[in-house]
């Protein structure tokens, strides 16, 4: 059974920081690129950031240069750092993986 599980989020002042987790079980992780997905109040789900089974990462423009993408295969791990938080940056944050999704974390940055 694949799982994936996000933990991490909470309430953050502008400009604070947060570090989301998303621990994956159930398919080989080494094999699995991970997609991070953002979904603001009222809004549709959004990609935000990518991390292929390599390592390297990508990301949209809206959180380039603020937030880094990581994996640990050992531990069958994935972490998002957020950086520079803004108020836009609210929303439920959601890591995937193939077509399974976890239940995503409430991140809310206050002004």
């Known amino acids: 059974q694949v799982k994936l599980v996000e933990s991490g989020g909470g309430l953050v002042q502008s400009g604070g920081s947060l570090k989301l987790s998303c621990a994956v079980s159930?398919?080989?992780?080494?094999?699995?690129?991970i997609d991070w997905y953002h979904q603001a109040p009222g809004k549709q789900r959004e990609l935000i950031a990518s991390i292929s089974i390599d390592g390297s990462p990508n990301y949209v423009d809206s959180v380039k240069d603020r937030f880094t993408l990581s994996r640990d295969t050992a531990e069958n791990m994935v972490y998002l750092q957020m950086n520079s938080l803004k108020p836009e940056d609210t929303g439920v944050y959601y890591c995937?993986?193939?077509?399974?999704w976890g239940q995503g974390t409430q991140v809310t940055v206050s002004s």
């Open positions: 995937r993986a193939q077509i399974f």
């Open positions: 159930g398919l080989t992780f080494r094999f699995a690129p």
